[in-house]
């Protein structure tokens, strides 16, 4: 049975940092897509960042360049979302996604097979 188990959440002053981890277990492996999500108030789910299989770099969304990394750890089965310079409005629900193919963009939260049950991530001002 596949989970997805997210971690490192909470409540940060804006400017702050926090890391999110995923814990990934079931038949999911190396081959398969990984990717965060978050959901802020009033919005729909929108993708932050994508893990390709492989050595692809990494994608992030545009209003987390230069303030997200995203990174996988194969030998854990684990990966893992560093923000800094949190903002209130990255303030929402974080979701780790896993599948092993996008059945469309991989910023659509319907290309995806898998889901965390996600994690509280608070930035105040």
């Known amino acids: 049975q596949v989970q997805l188990v997210e971690s490192g959440g909470g409540s940060v002053q804006a400017g702050g940092s926090l890391r999110l981890s995923c814990s990934s277990s079931?038949?999911?492996?190396?081959?398969?897509?990984m990717g965060w999500f978050r959901q802020t108030p009033g919005k729909e789910r929108e993708g932050v960042a994508l893990?390709?299989?492989?050595?692809?770099?990494?994608d992030v969304a545009a209003f987390g360049k230069g303030r997200f990394t995203v990174s996988r750890d194969n030998t854990k089965n684990t990966i893992h979302l560093e923000m800094n310079n949190l903002k209130p409005e990255d303030t929402g629900m974080y979701y780790c996604?896993?599948?092993?193919?996008?059945?469309?963009?991989?910023?659509?939260?319907?290309?995806?097979?898998?889901w965390g049950s996600g994690i509280q991530v608070t930035a105040s001002s």
């Open positions: 893990l390709r299989p492989g050595s692809t770099p990494p």
């Open positions: 079931g038949n999911i492996d190396s081959t398969f897509f």
């Open positions: 996604a896993a599948s092993p193919r996008l059945n469309g963009p991989w910023f659509s939260a319907s290309a995806w097979g898998f």
